[in-house]
Every structure is written in C-alpha cells, then in structure tokens.
C-alpha cells in the first residue's frame, strides 16, 4: 500500500483594488508553471495565519493582514497529499516584490479560472469567481 503524506499548505489571496494576486510557481521547483496563491507549508509550531504571514514576507517582501478564510482542499499529488488552505490578504504596506515566482498577475475574480492553477487551487479559484463579494470587504487597516 502506498503511504501519501498530508502537506499541509496555506496560501494567499492579496486583494488589491478589485483584484487579486496570481503567482505563477518558478522553474526548478513542484508544480512548476503552474498558478497558484503565494504561501508555503505550515511549519509544526506554527497556526496556519501565522504561517501565512512569515511566507509573505519572505516570499514577496511585503506584509499583509491575513483576513477571511476562503475554504480548505486536498489534492492526492504523486509526491503526497497537499491540504491548503486559503485565506483573504490585505496588503499593509509596500507592494509585493518577486522574489521566486516566474509571473505575477493581479486579476479580477471573474478573469482567474482562465490560468492553469495547480489542482488543490481550483476550489478557491472557484469560490472567488463565484462569490466575488469576498474581497469587496476592505481591510479593517485602511
Ligand atoms: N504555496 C503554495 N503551494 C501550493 C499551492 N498549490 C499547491 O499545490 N501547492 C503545493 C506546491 C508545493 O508542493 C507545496 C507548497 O510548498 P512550498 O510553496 O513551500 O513549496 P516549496 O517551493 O518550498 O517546495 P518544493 O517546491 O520544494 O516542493 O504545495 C498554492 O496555491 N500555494
């Protein structure tokens, strides 16, 4: 029987102005090419928020204020089984700076499923084209 290890992952919907950040993952890495929310995996003494924050700035050199939950989903990968979950980012301060993607694009929701989003990323795509009310709620920070 095969074993399938759980990732667990979180990543972020940045909403700016309407629209929302779409990271399209580097060469040389899983996944490669393909879009996805910028994030990473949860480290054991973290909570998925706190996760998400540090991964942000070390991903895209900007903080956020992590927001609503989107939803959770699980992809069985050949490498294992990645859980993510997302969450609505506000940005607090400076704007992002690719550090490790290949392509950033700032998309409204209705524009979003049109990529090739990694399979666990359907689901939020998904529900943020459907509900695009989830990120007219503005930042308690602005
Ligand atoms: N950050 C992020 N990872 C995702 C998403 N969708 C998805 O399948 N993944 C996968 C890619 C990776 O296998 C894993 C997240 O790990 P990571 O972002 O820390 O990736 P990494 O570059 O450190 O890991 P790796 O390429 O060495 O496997 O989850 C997503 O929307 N955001």
Redesign the pocket.
């Known amino acids: 029987m095969t074993q399938h290890k759980i990732?667990n992952?979180?990543?972020a919907a940045i909403v700016r102005d309407g629209t929302v950040l779409c990271a399209q993952?580097g060469p040389g890495?899983?996944?490669a090419g393909?879009w996805?929310?910028?994030?990473?995996?949860i480290e054991p003494h973290e909570t998925a928020r706190g996760a998400l924050h540090r991964?942000i700035e070390e991903e895209l050199l900007c903080e956020v204020e992590v927001a609503q939950e989107v939803c959770t989903n699980e992809?069985a990968?050949d490498?294992g089984i990645?859980r993510?979950t997302?969450f609505i980012c506000h940005l607090t301060g400076d704007a992002p700076h690719l550090t490790?993607h290949a392509e950033i694009r700032w998309l409204h929701p209705a524009d979003m499923p049109a990529l090739d989003w990694?399979?666990?990323?359907q689901a939020a795509v998904d529900r943020i084209a459907n509900h695009p009310e989830l990120i007219s709620q503005e930042s308690t920070q602005r």
Not at 36 to 41: Q, S, V
Not at 118 to 121: L, Y
């Open positions: 990732i992952v979180v990543g993952r890495k899983s996944l393909y996805e929310f910028p994030g990473g995996k991964e992809y990968y490498f990645v993510l997302t490790e990694a399979p666990v990323d």
